[in-house]
């Protein structure tokens, strides 16, 4: 055969060797003992690499998780996306038991859609809710509102909040969200909470954050919460999880009970629920399904679907 | 003879000086006016009126209680309404004292001759205090207590006083008529800023679009030792405070360090001119020239208006109404300025101009793809690349931006001005610089 091409073949397949007999011992020699254990956990983690742990993706998650179980106690993890039944499967693995923790989602906490709170001014920068949040009020003079411009939406990685074009507000998917909470981190006026799903899927919240004055309010937005404390009031007593502080209402998610009694008493509509409040002829009145409600879609719309 | 300018960068837009021939008229105390207690830069002051007190002009009504802060005067003679919040130029809520008026009487101390006051009695301890306690701020924008300026630290000194008249924005006449019709005042104002500085050598800055001011302020300074006037060529942003200095002096001054460092104290002529009627004259600054003008407005204006006067005050005035297609309307210079989104945004100390600017010159036009040109770089004053800023910003790099020099920025609007494909440079800039700046102060408190 020609030499031409057996000293090329004779050269490299030595070099080959020699360079397979290098990484054989340098990696014998370098070897990194790491738990097996770290692994398996990840397997049994979803793998989206979210950060709603706390710790740097679903690696990072799980070797904390195993550096835990070596401690003896799990307490105080939780896989949002995972949620219970993930971390129960990592508990049984590690042979620890784990927090049972409450299933939750994102809430969107503003009502000032484009026919609520009117545009009044037209902003033409840079379209980020940061920028427009530093610059000015936003457009429709609500200083606490949503800006509408979808700092949310491009931060969320399972395509679980998207802002509706007729209200111009963001409307969390729930069966999508897994309460990561990427979109809370980004809001610049801290608006979308993580709030308890609830027995049976019921829960109420305030769709609203605005602390200003109940007049002041209501001149830029008709579906604000304006401090009046009715909701306060028929709170049941047993329950008392609405507290008016700085003319805003909240709801304690730990405490509500879902009764509903607070949503016809709103004047302004301000309180919203997954399921159909009990008095029917008051104006904030006929259910919604829960998808809808969390939509915060247009009472209008919602009276419809029950009609049909 | 080619005039002085700084170096680095710069633009020239049109200058637009549509109200340089209007004197400047006094504006009536409108019925009532709500002053801010957050004019300033630094902490907000303090109030110490309370509702239903009786105030006249000149009366004290919030302290600045902070280092880096100003007192606030009553601009108006009348009774304190409340104490409540006030949609200011920042578009957000911030408290301010509202004044109904009720007739126009001054504080007894106050001396309202126009007889001008050449010799300077106090000591320069006591002119520092003075200016301190009547309030006296930057009157070229940015609004720095004017006070801080002459506290030195330990070991620092200063051997120049320059002094701003360059008023490089567009539109932008107040300081230029202030010039033309006070020149006397300010230049005495002058002096008294020598001895609280204890420097011998001033240096007035105008560019040379104001012949007129030039002229006088030459004339009237050529008999008073150590006062100079230099014409400077007309460049965007000459009135910047670093640029100012470098145009006039040719020192440079390091990045994070402030004028005094290279021995420079910088001050605003109407700046001079507060400093004047305080000292001599006993008088807060609670009056300032403001410009209204606008291209589709058939008649344009200086007025001396009364602090926390609504802006809408200033069109009735010249008996204007809102042109139409005015799409935006701007407290200050139009490239520094904020748009305002109501007519009633009080005016403060800072405010020098009242812009209406046409939809045809206001909008944005469609953004494009950065084709790294290097147009920003060529024009960014502080030499700065806004091109890598802006795209680090946009992508939160925010240790990135900390060592291209974000925080050097002066937010000119070079850079966005002179975009081809109009990218909103400044926007991301700032807020880049916005969060670098706290994340150094987070470090800073650790």
């Known amino acids: ?308 | 003879m080619k005039l002085k300018t700084f170096k680095l960068g710069g633009i020239h837009p049109p200058e637009n000086k549509l109200s340089a021939g209007a004197p400047i008229e006094i504006l009536p105390p409108p019925g009532e006016v709500n002053i801010p207690l957050s004019q300033h830069l630094g902490a907000p002051a303090v109030p110490v009126v309370k509702k239903g007190d009786k105030v006249k002009v000149g009366t004290l009504i919030a302290r600045g209680e902070a280092f880096i802060s100003a007192n606030i005067h009553a601009s108006v003679s009348g009774t304190v309404l409340k104490i409540d919040d006030v949609v200011d130029i920042s578009g957000y809520r911030r408290k301010a004292v509202f004044i109904k008026t009720e007739g126009d009487e001054w504080e007894d101390s106050i001396d309202k001759s126009e007889e001008l006051i050449s010799e300077i009695k106090p000591e320069p301890i006591r002119i520092v205090e003075k200016i301190k306690e009547m309030g006296i701020v930057g009157m070229g924008g940015a609004a720095f207590p004017t006070h801080v300026k002459y506290m030195f630290p330990e070991g620092k000194t200063a051997d120049t006083l320059v002094v701003n008249g360059v008023e490089c924005e567009p539109y932008l006449t107040a300081d230029h008529r202030v010039m033309l019709e006070k020149s006397d005042e300010i230049l005495s104002g002058i002096q008294v800023m020598k001895k609280a500085g204890k420097v011998d050598r001033a240096i007035i800055g105008i560019e040379a679009n104001k012949p007129d001011a030039i002229e006088m302020m030459t004339k009237k300074a050529e008999n008073i030792p150590g006062v100079e006037v230099v014409p400077l060529q007309v460049f965007y942003p000459q009135g910047a405070e670093k640029q100012l200095i470098k145009a006039l002096l040719n020192r440079e001054i390091p990045s994070g360090k402030l004028p005094l460092d290279v021995g420079c104290i910088t001050n605003n002529v109407a700046t001079a001119l507060a400093v004047y009627e305080a000292v001599q004259k006993n008088k807060p600054l609670v009056e300032r020239v403001v410009a209204i003008t606008g291209k589709k407005l058939s008649k344009t204006g200086n007025f001396k208006v009364r602090i926390g006067t609504p802006a809408g005050k200033l069109l009735e005035a010249l008996g204007e109404e809102i042109p139409a297609h005015t799409s935006k309307v701007i407290c200050g210079g139009p490239m520094m300025g904020k748009a305002v989104n109501s007519l009633e945004v009080p005016i403060t100390k800072g405010i020098s101009g009242f812009i209406l600017i046409d939809g045809s010159e206001a909008g944005r036009r469609e953004m494009e793809n950065c084709i790294r040109c290097g147009k920003c770089v060529y024009v960014c004053p502080m030499g700065l690349e806004p091109y890598l800023l802006e795209r680090l910003a946009e992508n939160k790099n925010y240790g990135g931006c900390e060592t291209s020099g974000i925080v050097d920025c002066i937010e000119c609007g070079s850079c966005s001005y002179t975009c081809p494909a109009s990218r909103p440079l400044l926007d991301y800039i700032r807020y880049g610089k916005a969060s670098v700046m706290r994340i150094m102060r987070e470090r800073r408190q650790k």
């Not at chain 1, 069966?175 to 990561?180: A, H, Y």
Request: proline share 7%; aromatic share 4%; net charge neutral.
């Open chain 1, 1 to 308: 055969m020609n030499p031409l091409i057996l000293y090329p073949v004779f050269i490299l397949g030595i070099v080959a060797a020699g360079a397979a007999v290098t990484l054989f011992l340098v990696a014998k020699k370098f070897k990194v003992d790491e738990d097996p254990r770290i692994d398996e956990v990840l397997d049994l983690l979803p793998g989206a690499n979210c950060g709603g742990c706390g710790y740097p993706g679903c690696r990072g998650f799980s070797e904390a998780l195993v550096d835990a179980a070596d401690n003896g106690d799990l307490a105080g993890f939780m896989c949002p996306p995972g949620g219970s039944d993930t971390m129960s499967e990592v508990g049984r693995y590690l042979g620890l038991d784990v927090d049972e923790a409450e299933p939750t989602a994102a809430v969107v906490r503003c009502g000032g859609s484009r026919q609520k709170a009117p545009q009044q001014l037209h902003y033409d920068g840079p379209a980020k809710c940061a920028i427009s949040h530093a610059l000015f009020r936003g457009a429709n003079g609500c200083p606490l509102g949503c800006v509408g411009l979808g700092d949310c939406v491009d931060v969320c990685d399972f395509d679980a909040i998207h802002i509706n074009r007729e209200t111009g507000l963001p409307e969390v998917e729930t069966e999508k969200c897994v309460s990561c909470g990427a979109c809370v981190e980004v809001c610049p006026r801290e608006i979308i909470e993580i709030r308890p799903r609830g027995r049976k899927d019921r829960r109420v919240w305030v769709c609203c954050v605005n602390k200003e004055k109940g007049a002041v309010v209501r001149k830029n937005c008709k579906a604000a919460c304006i401090g009046c404390g009715k909701c306060e009031k028929v709170c049941p007593e047993k329950a008392g999880a609405i507290r008016v502080e700085n003319f805003l209402a909240y709801i304690d998610p730990e405490k509500c009970i879902a009764c509903g009694l607070c949503i016809p008493e709103c004047p302004t509509g301000a309180i919203l629920a997954t399921f159909q409040p009990p008095k029917k002829k008051s104006r904030a009145a006929p259910g919604k399904t829960a998808a809808e409600k969390v939509a915060g879609k247009k009472v209008e719309t919602a009276k419809e679907e029950v009609k049909q």
